[in-house]
């Protein structure tokens, strides 16, 4: 019923920035919360920020506060991940999810995009 497709991933050197984009198809109303994982090689995959579709409030890892800024385009039905003062340690793949609305699963996720920082 959703579709997650990302895009923006690249190679940046330390201390760039990098913005990444998440299109959701299929029925809106469906959508709780949409949000970023990430997961290093040898690593789990781990929670780096969420949104509230209804009003917009946002949640963040305590690793990327600060530095990272999450946000929603409505009419465009697009997330986006904008990545500051990035760091070796960001180095990753990182998913688009979404949640159904009333369900704290996150049961939506895109085909991940690779985010590389070099030292």
């Known amino acids: 019923q959703v579709q997650l497709v990302e895009s923006g991933g690249g190679l940046v050197q330390a201390g760039g920035s990098l913005r990444l984009s998440c299109l959701a198809s299929?029925?809106?109303?469906?959508?709780?919360?949409m949000g970023w994982f990430r997961q290093a090689p040898g690593k789990e995959r781990d929670f780096v920020a969420g949104?509230?579709?209804?009003?917009?409030?946002?949640y963040y890892a305590d690793s990327v506060k600060g530095r990272f800024t999450i946000s929603r385009d409505s009419a465009k039905s697009t997330v986006s991940l904008q990545m500051n003062s990035l760091k070796p340690e960001d180095t990753a793949v990182y998913y688009c999810?979404?949640?159904?609305?009333?369900?704290?699963?996150?049961?939506?996720w895109g085909q991940g995009t690779q985010v590389t920082v070099s030292s």
């Open positions: 949104i509230f579709w209804s009003n917009g409030n946002t």
């Open positions: 999810a979404a949640t159904r609305n009333y369900f704290n699963s996150w049961n939506y």
């Open positions: 299929g029925r809106a109303l469906s959508i709780g919360q």
